[in-house]
């Protein structure tokens, strides 16, 4: 059972919801309730006064009251709570935002005494002192060892491999891990695993890097100057479908806001190969992928005030505009359906009448 002590004090409004439904007025309530050393139901809309123990009897659903005594008054139990404060149960309380807020400011779980709430807790030098066996890590150090790890690991241990990786990911997400990784030189080892025969270490180190990129300009550039975009874009045409999928979404992850990238790509005859790869495949998760690149990078032309990737992707027009009446005709992911449109709008002025009428015939059938 779970039980409210009222002693001397005024209800926050809350309780009063939870516990007590009051009536508005002495004339339309029941007959006052008359507390006894035992404990009595409260009937429908009875009001009370105070100095009584009050509880929710779980088992009936009804609320029950007693008298308090010595016990109650000294030793209130684990499950119940104590009010401070004076005063009866009041109807008309103020029910706003504002008074709830400052009732439960008067909430004191049983128990909890703040003079000595504060000595429940540690802080990190004093569970150092009292655990001086207990090793405490930090993410940089965590980091470490797991690289360290790795790249003492055999190739051919792919599990271990794999799971190392997977450590490594958990951690590169965050910025400042991510910024580690290059000025430690750590990259480096995650980078080789991406020339990895395993399929698997292929991915699990994509996503090592794809992690650490996401919005690090430090990890991006590195990327870039490293090789791995070059690399990356290079292995797409070979690559099937999902695979495919996810290094396109690493090298969307490097290039993202990263305009200084824009001519390393358009070097590498990346669109020829992206736009290539769009042509072939009818996975709506890769491509989903490519044409999301696509738009970020004409937002990137747009930032910069620049033609750099328009002018590139120019010469893939008549593949493009075909594709993208091909993938509204045929796609049903909403996903795709809106990077494609949002990609038309953008080229429109490359493509024809007919593409225009497939989007605008598409759109309509949404």
Sequence with gaps: LYTIKFEDMSLPVLLILMFIECSCSDEDSPEKFVPTSEWTEISEGQSIGKGLHVRLNLETGKKEAKLLSENDAG?????????????????TLDTTDESLEEGLKHLVKAGDNPETLSQKFRTMEELRKMMPDMEIKTEGQLLKEAVTRLNGTSHSDIPSILILLENVEDLAHKYDNG????????????????????????????????????????????????????????????????????????????????????????????????????????????????????????????????????????????????????????????????????????????????????????????
């Design 75 to 91: 030793q209130p139990g684990l499950n119940s709570v104590t009010l401070v404060e004076d005063n009866v149960v009041d109807a």
């Design 179 to 366: 910024m580690l990784l290059v000025s430690e030189g750590w990259m480096g080892v995650v980078g080789s695993l991406l020339h990895h025969t395993n399929e698997e270490v292929y991915l699990a180190a994509l996503r090592v890097v794809s992690s650490a990129a996401q919005s690090n300009p430090t990890v991006q550039k590195h990327c870039v100057e490293s090789g791995y975009l070059s690399f990356l874009v290079s292995r797409v045409p070979s690559q099937g479908d999902k695979v495919a999928k996810s290094t396109v979404f690493c090298i969307s992850a490097i290039m993202r806001n990263l305009p200084a990238a824009l001519q390393t790509f358009s070097d590498l005859s990346s669109y020829s190969i992206l736009s290539s790869k769009l042509t072939q495949t009818s996975l709506p998760a890769l491509q989903r992928v490519v044409v999301s690149l696509y738009n970020d990078l004409l937002q990137m032309d747009t930032q910069m005030n620049s033609n750099t990737a328009e002018q590139s992707m120019k010469a893939e027009s008549d593949a493009l505009c075909s594709k993208v009446s091909q993938m509204l005709h045929s796609s049903s992911d909403y996903d795709v359906i809106r990077e494609v449109v949002m990609f038309y709008s953008r080229i429109r002025h490359w493509c024809g009448a007919s593409t225009a009428n497939v989007i605008f015939d598409r759109l309509k059938a949404l």
